[in-house]
């Protein structure tokens, strides 16, 4: 079952993808909570937050968008939660190894998913390509922002990288988008979801100081 640092992991708009010409993108969908549509089995284990637990906290949401950015506002936005703390994520996969130096070790991930996926191969590949895209999705974004430097942290939060974080919002939003079919629930709600999950970019958001 998808825990709450998983649901908001989901959401992160890191690497949605660009819009389609066949979808309204301006027409959000019902919300509907990611783990009615696709009840993954838990990803981080008991083991993990208690030994990260001093991090597992959740960051405050973005800033609230006007009525005309955001249409009917944002509690109809069907992928709109807070955001975990990076450092609890930096905190997993230290303990894992899983993301190291900026790269996945593809050797301790596998041990990892044979663990927490036990006796199911299809998720445990689903999990792995989805680590893989994702780890090739940051490090071409990382070509593009360049030396910029990082956002900081909320006031009484400490510092953390952000990587960890996209990584883990990108694995799951792609593992929500190709979902199995023996788990998906095929209902005109999930399906509205991810179809606009998977086609739409989420609104541009402008910060305080720009024109």
């Known amino acids: 079952m998808l825990s709450k640092s998983q649901q908001l ?3 992160l708009g890191f690497c949605l993808g ?3 010409a066949d979808i309204d993108c301006s027409k959000r969908p019902t919300f ?3 783990h009615t549509c696709c ?3 838990e990803f981080i284990s008991d083991d993990l937050k208690e030994k990260c637990q001093e991090y597992n906290v959740t960051m405050p949401p973005p800033p609230a968008m006007s009525g005309e950015q955001n249409g009917e506002g944002r509690r109809h936005h069907p992928h709109h939660h807070n955001h975990p703390s990076p450092c609890f994520m930096s905190c997993v996969f230290n303990e894992t190894g899983i993301y190291e130096n900026d790269k996945v070790d593809s050797d301790k991930l596998k041990d990892y998913l044979q663990v927490v996926f036990k006796d199911d191969s299809d998720l445990q590949t689903l999990a792995t390509d989805a680590f893989t895209a994702c780890a090739t999705k940051i490090e071409e974004f990382k070509s593009k922002m360049g030396n910029r430097p990082p956002p900081p942290p909320p006031t009484g939060l400490p510092f953390c990288p952000m990587k960890p974080a996209f990584l883990m919002g990108c ?3 792609k593992m929500f988008k190709d979902c199995p079919a023996a788990i998906w629930t095929d209902t005109q709600e999930c399906n509205d979801a991810r179809e606009h999950f998977e086609n739409c970019k989420p ?3 402008r910060s ?3 024109q």
Request: charged share 15%; net charge positive.
């Open 9 to 11: 992991l989901l959401v």
């Open 18 to 20: 660009v819009a389609s």
């Open 32 to 34: 509907v909570d990611p």
């Open 39 to 41: 009840p993954l089995p």
């Open 171 to 173: 694995v799951y939003k």
């Open 203 to 205: 609104p541009h958001r």
């Open 208 to 210: 305080p100081n720009s």
